[in-house]
């Protein structure tokens, strides 16, 4: 077996491929691609699955292009969704274009002399300049609308299926205009392999037959599967529906690295051959080790380490594992006075806040600010009390009644943590 497709066989990644397809790929250095909707100013981590593909393809020896669909986004691919998307304007699109363009230029090698080095493409680039006659002069007359009707994206949205409200023209046309996208790759970078997701099987092989049909060639198709969770829900979004980006403005790579901690049991051992470059021993021994103390969950560590270092770097994941284990009570007062505000607030997502003057704030004697400055407790003699019983802490460290707020126990220069017993916190803001 081709030893590319064997990865991903191993690692569960293998959904499908045309015949010929490993023949193809034990023949000669082949270039391939994978397409990237500009629906957002950032993907998110249901496109990582996409990305890895291509950087293992890339390690394998062969040639991956990104093609960033600034023309296709204007339309919506109907693939695997039961509603019409909305359009955006061309500037938000452009914008998106290059943001995706730069974010993808983190995960593949561009640079060098390789005839492997991966490129960047945009479809807006070739398809600005076709009109529409020409379009279904040259390209619409070599596919019949039966053969655009027998696919099942196509097919589910006509007859209804899953809520499906119809199709209008401009999504029925997506098809096409992906299949054009491969025979210009074709032709123009001998791309002989388009990859995606298994949803995407219909799109890529109208371009295979395009290709037969137009220029008397051969080209190949690959999926993937759809990743999901373990109990059938729908993989990369929160409980409240959000998701989780690879830009750590949109999601901070505290929140980013605690997806990944949290995976359950089941779902790391998919997951780890699914999202990190370890080798399939490394993986196994990690699997073993794992089921002998699950509770030390040693697998997720393992899995969010490698995601997290892959996607953001190497210091963000350490300053992740810093915060995560403030809750745990197994961090200095450095580390969390050292917080952004950012990673604060997600750590302490709703805990009660009270905010202060900076001016009142400094140089607060401990028994005001944990009662009549904050309400943090009812009154000064509840205050002391707890104070006398050693159950007050300020950045996670225990303090007296002589305790007084200053500057540098600030975090981020304007938040102070007090916390009573072991779950109970508060959070004071300098204003």
Not at 13 to 20: C, S, T
Not at 164 to 183: I, K, P
Not at 274 to 299: D, M, Q, S, V
Not at 323 to 348: C, H, K, P, Q
């Amino acid at each position: 077996m081709n030893p590319f497709i064997e990865e991903l066989k191993w690692r569960g990644l293998f959904a499908d491929m045309m015949p010929g397809t490993d023949e193809q790929l034990d023949k000669e250095l082949t270039t391939a691609y994978i397409g990237f909707d500009p629906t957002a100013d950032s993907l998110h981590i249901g496109s990582l699955i996409q990305i890895k593909i291509l950087a293992h393809f890339q390690q394998h020896g062969h040639k991956p292009i990104a093609l960033v669909g600034g023309a296709t986004g204007m339309i919506g691919d109907p693939s695997g969704k039961s509603n019409e998307r909305n359009l955006l304007d061309e500037d938000t699109l452009n914008h998106y274009v290059d943001c995706l363009k730069n974010q993808l230029s983190k995960f593949l090698k561009f640079d060098g002399e390789g005839a492997n080095k991966a490129e960047l493409v945009n479809n807006y680039d070739w398809m600005k300049e076709f009109s529409f006659l020409d379009f279904i002069r040259d390209i619409g007359k070599n596919i019949t609308v039966n053969y655009m009707m027998a696919k099942d994206s196509v097919k589910k949205r006509i007859t209804g299926e899953g809520g499906a409200e119809g199709m209008s023209f401009t999504e029925f046309t997506y098809q096409l205009l992906q299949g054009y996208d491969f025979l210009h790759l074709y032709r123009e970078k001998n791309v002989r392999l388009q990859m995606g997701g298994s949803d995407q099987w219909g799109n890529i092989t109208t371009g295979t037959e395009l290709i037969r049909r137009k220029a008397q060639g051969e080209a190949f198709a690959l999926t993937v599967p759809l990743i999901t969770k373990s109990d059938g829900s729908k993989f990369g979004k929160s409980e409240s529906g959000e998701n989780y980006w690879l830009d750590p403005k949109r999601t901070s790579p505290y929140k980013f690295y605690q997806f990944w901690v949290n995976a359950t049991d089941e779902d790391a051992e998919r997951f780890i051959k699914f999202y990190t470059f370890l080798g399939k021993e490394e993986i196994e021994n990690l699997i073993a080790e794992h089921k002998t103390a699950p509770h030390e969950r040693k697998l997720q560590k393992k899995l969010a380490e490698e995601v997290t270092v892959w996607v953001h770097n190497r210091e963000e994941f350490e300053k992740a594992v810093k915060a995560s284990e403030i809750l745990f009570g197994r961090s200095t007062a450095e580390d969390l006075v050292n917080l952004d505000e950012a990673t604060f607030l997600e750590v302490f997502e709703g805990v009660p806040q009270k905010e202060i003057s900076k001016n009142e704030l400094l140089g607060s004697n401990v028994v005001d600010l944990i009662s009549e400055k904050s309400g943090f407790l009812k009154s000064k003699g509840e205050a002391r009390r707890e104070l006398q019983q050693n159950a007050i802490s300020i950045n996670k460290e225990k303090v007296n009644e002589t305790f007084e707020v200053g500057e540098k126990d600030l975090i981020d220069h304007q938040f102070l943590l007090i916390q009573k017993g072991k779950k109970n916190y508060f959070i004071v803001k300098a204003v």
